[in-house]
């Protein structure tokens, strides 16, 4: 076989390609031809661009601001007001027509003319989202929820659940108290619903009721769960989605859901990093300007010759790190799995401030008997770390600081001339390091007796364990803050231990065009919280942090231990209806019943009932051809409470007070008519607070009235809301 050669300069692919078919004489391999060809389909394909015109529409007409996207790249347009695009693409390339309100189309570029018709999502009105105990379609809902799926998240930097959410939805404000890493949140559903409990909503994950009690770490409790295991997150706002958790719904519930395993086996693996670094610094006087208002102002000058920015010198660039490995999957029909392991490593912007943390997650779910029996293994644990400054002394210093005060003398931190400490050295001896282990687990098989009718048990553990351990070393330098000239060291041990059992009866049944759903339940919740802090004073200062040193307690410094231990218990009966018509009309009704050890024998119950009642207008006769694709109008009443109160605060409280010198010893009785100071009275117990057995339930009302609509951008509402507290707790 002979082969001409042909000279080649300047000629593009596709050309050689061609003119290398052509030289192939008659004789050749039909092998030969074939692969010439081909190569020469494929690179035509991939290199031959084109220009791209068409018009997107949907059944009322033109649609502007329609997205076109060249599939697996970030090139593409939008059409204008006549619902016209121009696109440069290559044939082959497959381009991505989409619009919120739409479902997305794809088109393969075959020639330069597409004309593409946009269908309505009706995915959304038909979306599932989680109510207390249960599932119910979007479009059957009475009562205000709203969802994030694991699509619409956050990206980022992202420690807790809580910043998955913000700014993602209406009438939910989240808030960070700090910027450290894993920063306590405030985070408000639709305004303050309790004047005693504050603005924390209740979380539920994966079906497990959580507690708000204080766990020892100083920064967000939520920290344990790793937000990559999280599949959706729903708010439920209003009185009507909310009453069926009763006592500790005030001010909202945010249903955590994780993943669970699905389809074919796969193995994800995700890596992560980021570089974060003071936002904007505050303006403050730099050494000459410094020099210049003291004099201006008549002050005296302690001028040593420096020129520090403290800003600067106290902070950092922070680094984080984060991985995850994931593994999914459904065997059979019959066994699905989700497991997961993560590491987050997140510095802060001032030094000695970091977040690690170390997680693990198993979902399992396992069906039998035609699907009838069906169980849910959930199991979350975590180790976290917690590295903090001094966070209010650093900040002080950083802005009030003189700034002729060198930041280094010699080589170490200079010696500051007010007997204060340089922030620098107490970088070097304060350490507040929390280390927290947590895990929450839980089982809940399901069996549907007969036909319609399903029970299900939840029984779950949350434990958590946390040693914290502030100290100072030693530093005789100074000796005027925190008693660090003889070294200080505050070790805390907290656990905190939830037990859950719920019990639940569902029954669904369909008809015609109409649609009941019964829901009746127990629940015990049993909690647990210890606490121990030991305080030690004077050690040698030996660069040995106090936390491995001798903390025996001396006459001089004597050991402070303070320690508790709170038990509280809480017994619910709850149930709901939810009837539907034709899917146009819905009526929800909900009542709880919960019994607190917080309160006394006259008050042990609340009571917490909810009505709604919504009308699907879009889906009525005459709305056939309307613009819009969902109108919803809905209102409901309903109450909810708060047992958020000190623990045994019904009942009578004693004190036995005895010290050695002082007038603090005042738990004395004046029987000894010869006695001529308190300490000459015989010592007893007191009263310090009488019981009250009719302290009441804090009860909030809410009346909510809305329209929820969609034409061009689902999931648009109006709303008219009143909130009332009609027993607020006063103690």
């Avoid at 794809?106 to 979306?127: F, H, M, W, Y």
């Avoid at 204080?214 to 295991?229: M, Y």
């Avoid at 693996?269 to 936002?279: E, L, M, Q, T, Y």
């Avoid at 709850?574 to 009704?589: D, E, I, Q």
Wanted: glycine share 8%; hydrophobic share 35%; aromatic share 10%.
């Amino acid at each position: 076989m002979k082969i001409k050669l042909y000279p080649v300069k300047i000629l593009p692919p596709v050309s050689i390609i061609t003119a290398f078919l052509l030289s192939l004489p008659p004789t050749a391999p039909l092998q030969a031809h074939a692969l010439a060809k081909q190569a020469a389909t494929a690179l035509y394909q991939t290199t031959d661009e084109i220009t791209v015109t068409g018009t997107v529409r949907d059944d009322q007409g033109a649609l502007p601001g329609a997205s076109i996207l060249i599939k697996n790249t970030n090139k593409g347009t939008t059409t204008d007001a006549n619902g016209s695009f121009r696109l440069q693409a290559n044939r082959g390339d497959v381009l991505v027509f989409s619009m919120i309100g739409y479902q997305a189309q794809e088109q393969v570029v075959g020639s330069g003319q597409i004309a593409i018709t946009l269908k309505a999502d009706t995915k959304q009105l038909n979306e599932v989202v989680v109510v207390g105990y249960g599932t119910q379609k979007r479009s059957d809902v009475t009562g205000a929820i709203a969802s994030v799926n694991s699509e619409s998240f956050n990206k980022g930097v992202v420690t807790n659940p809580g910043e998955l959410l913000q700014g993602k939805l209406a009438g939910v404000s989240i808030a960070a108290n700090s910027g450290e890493p894993g920063a306590t949140q405030d985070i408000v559903i639709r305004g303050i619903g309790s004047l005693r409990s504050g603005t924390q909503p209740l979380y539920v994950v994966d079906g497990f009721v959580l507690d708000n009690s204080a766990t020892g770490v100083p920064t967000n409790p939520l920290n344990f769960i790793n937000p990559n295991d999280i599949e959706s997150i729903d708010v439920l706002k209003d009185a009507s989605a909310t009453a069926v958790y009763g006592s500790r719904a005030s001010n909202g519930v945010v249903v955590i859901t994780t993943k669970k395993g699905k389809g074919k086996p796969q193995v994800n693996f995700s890596a992560s990093a980021a570089v974060s670094s003071i936002a904007r610094k505050i303006d403050v006087f730099d050494a000459d300007a410094f020099r210049q208002q003291v004099a201006a102002v008549g002050g005296t000058l302690q001028d040593l010759g420096g020129n520090t920015n403290w800003q600067e010198e106290l902070t950092q660039k922070g680094i984080s790190q984060n991985y995850n490995l994931s593994m999914s999957g459904a065997s059979t029909d019959n066994f699905s799995y989700y497991a997961s392991a993560g590491y987050q490593d997140q510095e802060g912007i001032l030094k000695n401030s970091r977040l690690k943390r170390y997680s693990g997650k198993l979902n399992m779910n396992q069906r039998a008997f035609n699907g009838r029996l069906n169980i849910d293994y959930n199991i979350t644990a975590s180790h976290t770390e917690n590295l903090r400054p001094e966070i209010t002394s650093t900040i002080s210093d950083m802005l009030s600081l003189n700034p002729t005060v060198p930041a280094y003398t010699n080589g170490v931190p200079s010696l500051l001339p007010t007997n204060a400490l340089n922030p620098l050295t107490r970088y070097n001896l304060y350490s507040d390091n929390a280390i927290n282990n947590r895990i929450l687990a839980n089982v809940s098989p399901s069996l549907e007796i007969v036909k319609g009718l399903t029970y299900k048990l939840n029984f779950g553990l949350d434990y958590s364990a946390t040693n914290r351990n502030q100290q100072y070393k030693p530093f005789l330098g100074v000796i005027n803050e925190s008693d660090i000239s003889n070294g200080v060291l505050d070790a805390g041990v907290n656990a905190n231990t939830n037990q859950l059992i719920e019990n639940t009866l569902n029954y669904n049944w369909n008809q015609d065009a109409h649609n009941v759903t019964v829901l009746a339940g127990h629940s015990f919740q049993k909690f647990m919280d210890e606490t121990r802090i030991s305080t030690y004073r004077g050690f040698a200062n030996n660069n040995i942090d106090p936390i491995y040193q001798d903390h025996t307690s001396t006459v001089q410094f004597p050991t402070a231990v303070n320690s508790e231990a709170i038990k509280n218990e809480l017994q619910s009966f709850f149930g709901r209806l939810n009837y539907v018509y034709a899917n146009k009309y819905m009526f929800t009704a909900t009542l709880r019943a919960d019994g607190s050890s917080k309160f006394g024998q006259n008050n042990r119950y609340g009571y917490f009932p909810s009505f709604a009642a919504g009308w699907n207008i879009s889906n009525e006769d005459f709305m056939t051809n309307s613009i819009f694709n969902n109108l919803k109008l809905r209102a409901s009443w309903g109450q909810t409470g708060n047992q958020e109160i000190p623990s045994k605060i019904t009942k009578a409280s004693y004190l036995e007070q005895r010290l050695l010198t002082g007038t603090g010893s005042t738990s004395t009785y004046p029987i000894a008519p010869n006695a001529t100071s308190l300490e000459g009275y015989p010592y007893g117990i007191i009263f310090t607070r009488l019981a009250n057995p009719d302290l009441q339930w804090e009860v909030s009302t809410q009346v909510d009235v809305g329209i929820d609509f969609a034409f061009l951008i689902p999931g648009c509402l109006v709303r008219w809301i009143i909130l009332i507290n009609n027993h607020p707790i006063y103690y």
